[in-house]
């Protein structure tokens, strides 16, 4: 990941809805929901709707399958273990202990 992907990944998340949205995505895991389950479920009318899903799948951050008439809507993690990695590339200029913390939250027996 590059700076400029990074900050337009940051761009679509730094909105109170379109980062409910992804919060919510993630948490429901790799199937996704329609966009219908999205509205209701934080409460955006489907047509604001449409403009957050476009912006976060054009960060990246979403991604769309078709499915009959509808589209599900699921967090593309990939790309925010890449931001996530881009922001962690320097961390605290090699003086590990000073990033415990984050290492904590990140190793795999913390989950």
């Known amino acids: ?3 400029d992907t990074a900050i337009e990944a940051f761009s679509a998340l730094a909105q109170t809805s379109r980062l409910a949205i992804y919060r919510m995505l993630v948490n429901v895991g790799p199937d996704g929901l329609t966009a ?8 955006v009318v489907p047509s604001t709707l449409s403009g957050h899903l476009a912006e976060l799948k054009r960060a990246g951050l979403l ?36 990033c415990s913390e984050i290492l904590t939250l990140l190793s795999p027996s913390a989950a």
């Open 1 to 3: 990941m590059n700076q």
């Open 63 to 98: 991604t769309a399958t078709r499915h009959s008439r509808e589209i599900h809507y699921a967090a593309n993690l990939g790309v925010m273990n890449s931001l996530l990695s881009f922001m962690l590339a320097d961390c605290c200029g090699g003086q590990v202990e000073n």
């Open 36 to 43: 219908t389950a999205i509205s209701k479920r934080i409460g």
